[in-house]
Structures are given as structure tokens and as C-alpha cells.
């Protein structure tokens, strides 16, 4: 039987896969494009991360089903009952821009939906934050090895992390419900990737985040990175694990992905 630390190997492999297409930047060769929604773009390199990544863990993984930003759900002929979960460019319009906040972003569920290693690489910031459920959540940065365990509680000038939809509907709803969710925060973040906002709540460089609207891929691995360092966690729940979520119309009614204390009483499970 695998266990959770036997799965994070294949992630970390395979985020670093991804990754490492993502170092190749070529602002003369992103090959952009618009996925339909004003601001949600897709490069070259979003399409070849996620090949990377779906290689590595098809090879150690064959019978595991796959959901892909870019691809989609594919599952083989007979399922173990394991999915992943990947983002091969979480941040695509920071990295179009050459700013430095984009990951590849990797995780697995078991078939009841529990997350069970997540792995966050993000080469430009010469970060790795990754968990296996059970054993905590960790920082490799700079040759070291930092265990991570939230935000410093209490602190003063707390910052809250958030984001905004490419929906202007759903982006309406976020900025009328703002005051509320920012309430009793020094300031505010707005980082452009959900999957580092979540892992730098876990390190403790935001105090808290919470964002309506966001797909799967961009919260399963933050968000179990978060968990692991001991924060509260509110991530929406699947409707179903084999294909990754809810319809698109639920997406917008109860989509919602939240980490720190100083949000549990707004966002209840």
C-alpha cells in the first residue's frame, strides 16, 4: 500500500519537472494566447509544464487519473482510484510579465477526496514547499530544509492575501463582499497566484487568505501545505473525486478557498 510520503516523491519529481520548463522562460517565445475570459491567459510553456508533469507521473503512476489545467481529466482503462491534480503555471499572467510570484503546482487525492502530498515549486523564487498528510509541511530555499508552521499569532499589521475573477460577475460579488473579509487586517495582498498565497500563509508571510471563485488545481496543494503547518483551511468540497469538483454554476455559488485563523468565523465548513 502507498503511503502519503511514498506519493510526494512522484510530486516533487514532477513539480520539478514542471518547473524546470518554467525556468526556460523565453519572453520572445511564449506563444500567448486567450482562453476566453479578458486576463486568463495560456503560453507555450503552461502546455509544456503540464506535458512534463503529466509524464512524470504517468511513469511512476500508470493507473492514477490525472486532472490537468490545460487537459483535463483522463483517467486509464482501470483506475486505482488515486487522482492528481495539477497546475502546470499557476500565475500565467506574472509570468507573461516577468514577475517572479508563478509555481507549478502538484497534488494527489485518495478516492474519497483526501489530499494526501502537494508539492509547490516555484523556480524563480528559488522555492519548494511541499506535504505529505501527517508529516507536516516544509520550505526548501537556499540549500536548507524549514519546517512551517503558519503565521505568528496575534502579531500587529497583520496582511491579508486575496484575489479577484476574470468573471466580472463573480468579480462584483468579490468586491462587495471585501470590506467584510478585509476586516481587522493592516493591508492587503494581491500576489496573482492562489497556489504561493496559500504556501506563504503557511510560512507565515501573509497572516491569512481567502479567494471565491478558484478552480481545483489552484488550491490542492496549497492548501494542504497550509493545513500541514497548522492553519485552518476552508477549501471547497468535491462533488466528485474521480472528476474534480463541481459544475461550473456550484464554482460560482460556493467556490471558496480560505486558510489562517483570523478567517475561520467568516468562511464556517
Not at 486567450?34 to 500508470?62: H, S
Not at 519546517?147 to 460577475?169: E, W
Not at 492587503?188 to 479567494?211: F, K
Request: with cysteine; proline share 5%; aromatic share 8%.
Amino acid at each position: 500500500m502507498t503511503g502519503p510520503e511514498e506519493f510526494l516523491d512522484v510530486a516533487k519529481e514532477a513539480a520539478r519537472a514542471g518547473a524546470r520548463v518554467l525556468s526556460g522562460r523565453n519572453g520572445e517565445a511564449l506563444g500567448v494566447s486567450n482562453k476566453g475570459a479578458a486576463g486568463d491567459w495560456v503560453t507555450a510553456f503552461d502546455l509544456a509544464a503540464e506535458n512534463a508533469v503529466r509524464e512524470v507521473i504517468t511513469a511512476a503512476r500508470p493507473g492514477d487519473s490525472i486532472t490537468g489545467e490545460e487537459h483535463g481529466t483522463t483517467r486509464p482503462a482501470n483506475p486505482t482510484g488515486y487522482r492528481w491534480s495539477i497546475d502546470p503555471l499557476d500565475g500565467t499572467t506574472n509570468f507573461i510579465r516577468n514577475i517572479v510570484y508563478y509555481a507549478t503546482s502538484v497534488a494527489v487525492a485518495d478516492a474519497d477526496g483526501a489530499w494526501l502530498a502537494g508539492v509547490v515549486n516555484a523556480p524563480a523564487l528559488g522555492r519548494v514547499y511541499y506535504a505529505a498528510r501527517g508529516a507536516g509541511a516544509w520550505l526548501e530555499e537556499g540549500g536548507r530544509t524549514t519546517r512551517l508552521d503558519g503565521p505568528v499569532p496575534g502579531r500587529t499589521g497583520q496582511i491579508l492575501a486575496t484575489g479577484f475573477s476574470y468573471d466580472p460577475a463573480v468579480r462584483s460579488q468579490q468586491a462587495a463582499q471585501f470590506a467584510e473579509l478585509a476586516d481587522g487586517f493592516a493591508d492587503v495582498r494581491r500576489l496573482g497566484s492562489a497556489a504561493l498565497d496559500l504556501c506563504m500563509v503557511a510560512d507565515g508571510t501573509h497572516d491569512a487568505y481567502g479567494e471565491r471563485g478558484l478552480n481545483e488545481h489552484d488550491f490542492s496543494a496549497g492548501a494542504l501545505i497550509a493545513e500541514e503547518a497548522g492553519c485552518w483551511v476552508r477549501r471547497p468540497r468535491l462533488t466528485s473525486p474521480l472528476d474534480g469538483g463541481p459544475s461550473d454554476q456550484e464554482r460560482l455559488d460556493a467556490w471558496t478557498c480560505a486558510a489562517g485563523l483570523e478567517l475561520s468565523g467568516r468562511f464556517p465548513l
